[in-house]
Structure formats: structure tokens, C-alpha cells
């Protein structure tokens, strides 16, 4: 772990056993225990993770707005406290990161980025501010992030900041925690209602004891994969990247293509939209096996594909997701190679599990 970037809470999550992986070259917990007993917290009661290494991109001034607009696939409202989900494009059809944008006022957003690609998406940025009267800053480095989640969370928060509560889904609240200008979230990555909360670091220790001490338990990367793989969330790098486009990830509801601003390769999906793609993100239920990612999937005997994500699911059993050509049967059988044996898999909608949060 020594040459990995550690989180301001490193240290309070070994002291409850967290187990530390490498994690986009974050020291992160892959469980403190049990992957399945966190799953279930969650599900259930609450957990909190650490998601430190996830980072804010700052942008303010004139044209703030104007530049959300011509980097994102959907509609951004300008708005204090409201924020979307979206894909950021590049030129050729791919996405470069999907980020959740936050308006703080007419002139400031925040953009919540991905641990592998904060460097990438700044380059973007900048290059695409040209001739704006912006200013984008990168502050990942002076902030952690805790996700709370799980049917109890708000109860919890509630008592740390009682204007949570009016947080609305996909909302905002800039507010003092223990004194510091902080920000609370209700985003969730796990399919359940929640809250992230956005501090700097020095107040990170204070904030997770306060979540422990009020029922919150900690937990990890292994059980934040099945829970967001479960609510058919997308994870950057393996089920999307610069070579896939939203409608084939099945996202094409982030592509709002009803109006006259322009953002890169609109009209290639746009005609993605009106001819259809060749090949789509496919859910999968899986028996025979664990499937992971990089499993191939096969028709007829046939690679048609590979799983991007595959977890052991506690409600589905084996479930996983992968490309394969739009044009094969809708009735079309499928196998998974484990390696050292086959699996049967049943082609499946997303999301798995939906709680309607």
C-alpha cells in the first residue's frame, strides 16, 4: 500500500478492519468482514463507504452555465440546488466520464468525476472553455466523500444536518458540518436513498465516527459492485468508456437531443437513436458459476461477447452485463465460459433490483 494514494480515513477504517486493495491506485477497503453481510446492511439498515477518491471539478463564472451545457449529453438545470445525471461525450461517438453536475448558483457547479479519470476530464474541460468566460478548478485533492445508504440513512443525517431531509433526489445542499463549508448530496450509488457528504479532509475522522457512533456501518468496494451492478449502475472503465457510446451502454435517456444546443457527437447519436446500434449492454442472469468480468459470452457455440461486470448476487444469484450484437434472436440462449466449465445465462432487462428510490 505504500506506493498507493491513501484517503484521509485510511487509518480509522483499518482500525475497524478494513481489508485495503488497489483500487484505480486508491488504497481502498474491499470489505471490513463479510462482502454479503454489508450488502445486506445496506439493503436493509445503512452502510457507509468511502468514496474519497471520487473527485469535485469546480466551475464559476459568466458563461458557467453555457459550458455545462456544451459538455453534457443531458439537460443541466441552472438552478441552486438541483443536479443531473450525465454522459460527458467525446468527438467520436465514446464518453469520456459520467459525472453528476451540480448547480450551486447561476454561476458556480460542481462535477462530481470518476478516481480514474479526474486528469482526463480536466484536460476536456479546459479545452472545451476556450472562448468562455470560465473558471475550472480541480479541488479532489482538498475534499472527502462519505456515501451514506441504505432505508435508515436519512434518519442518520437527519441528526447531523436536519435540512438533509429537504434534499431532493439528485439535489444539492452547500451547509457548515462541525464548522466547515461542506456539501450534502442525495445521489446513491446502490440503488437505495442516501446521502454523500462532501468535507474537507480534516473534518473526514469526525464525520465517519459520527455515522458509526449513529448506526451506520462501514463497508467496501465488494459490496458497493453488487449493490450498483443490482441497481444496473454503470462503473467507468469496464461498461463504459471512450469507445461506447450511451445508447449502447443503454443510457440513451441521458441524451437529450430535443433542442439547439450542441455538444459533441450529437448527431452521431442522434442517428444512433433513429437506425439502432449494432451492439448493446446486455443483462445477464447466470447459473453454473461466479461470473466476473472479461468472461466471454457465447451463442450457438459462438464468442458473440464478454461480460464487462459479473458479481454473485445475494437476491439474483450469478448476474452480469456485456456487449453482444443487437441482431441476434430474442428468444437466443446464451452460455458464459467460466474458464474451466460453462455456465447458462439468461439474457435479462436492467436494472436487476429496483427500489424506486
Not at 67 to 88: D, M, P, W
Not at 128 to 136: N, P, Y
Amino acid at each position: 500500500m505504500q506506493n498507493l494514494n491513501k484517503t484521509a480515513l485510511y487509518n480509522e477504517m483499518e482500525k475497524v478492519g478494513g481489508k485495503m486493495v488497489d483500487f484505480f491506485g486508491w488504497a481502498l477497503p474491499i470489505h471490513f468482514g463479510s462482502i454479503l453481510a454489508e450488502h445486506k446492511i445496506v439493503r436493509e439498515h445503512c452502510g457507509i463507504f468511502d468514496v474519497s477518491h471520487m473527485g469535485q471539478i469546480f466551475v464559476e463564472g459568466k458563461d458557467a452555465y453555457k459550458f455545462i451545457q456544451l459538455i453534457n449529453t443531458n439537460n443541466v438545470k441552472n438552478e441552486a440546488g438541483r443536479g443531473a445525471y450525465s454522459h460527458i461525450p467525446n468527438d467520436n461517438g465514446g464518453i469520456i466520464d459520467d459525472v453528476i453536475n451540480f448547480c450551486l448558483s447561476e454561476e458556480k457547479f460542481l462535477i462530481i468525476v470518476n478516481a480514474s479519470t479526474q486528469e482526463k476530464d480536466f484536460e476536456w474541460f479546459n479545452k472545451k472553455a476556450t472562448g468562455l468566460d470560465v473558471k475550472i478548478t480541480n479541488e479532489s485533492k482538498n475534499f472527502s466523500m462519505l456515501a451514506v445508504q441504505g432505508p435508515e440513512a436519512m434518519q442518520i443525517i437527519e441528526k447531523l444536518e436536519p435540512k438533509a431531509l429537504e434534499i431532493k433526489r439528485f439535489g444539492i445542499l452547500a451547509c457548515q458540518i462541525f464548522g466547515q463549508d461542506s456539501f450534502i448530496t442525495r445521489t446513491g450509488y446502490t440503488g437505495e436513498d442516501g446521502v454523500e457528504v462532501i468535507i474537507p479532509h480534516s473534518t473526514a475522522p469526525k464525520i465517519w465516527q459520527f455515522f458509526l457512533e449513529n448506526g451506520s456501518k462501514p463497508c467496501g468496494l465488494g459490496a458497493r459492485d453488487i449493490l450498483r451492478l443490482e441497481a444496473g449502475y454503470l462503473l467507468y472503465g469496464a461498461d463504459i468508456d471512450d469507445t461506447h457510446s450511451p445508447i449502447e451502454a443503454g443510457y440513451g435517456w441521458v441524451v437529450k437531443l430535443k433542442n439547439d444546443r450542441e455538444y459533441p457527437s450529437k448527431e452521431i447519436f442522434a442517428k444512433q437513436k433513429a437506425e439502432g446500434v449494432k451492439t448493446k449492454l446486455t443483462g445477464f442472469v447466470v447459473s453454473g458459476g461466479v461470473p466476473r468480468s472479461g468472461c466471454e459470452i457465447l451463442y450457438n457455440g459462438n464468442v458473440v461477447g464478454k461480460l464487462t461486470s459479473g458479481v454473485f448476487s445475494p437476491l439474483f444469484k450469478g448476474i452480469g452485463v456485456g456487449y453482444i450484437p443487437t441482431d441476434l434472436p430474442e428468444d437466443a440462449e446464451f452460455e458464459i465460459n467460466f474458464g474451466n466449465r460453462m455456465g447458462k445465462a439468461q439474457k435479462t432487462k436492467i436494472p436487476f433490483y429496483n427500489n424506486k428510490v
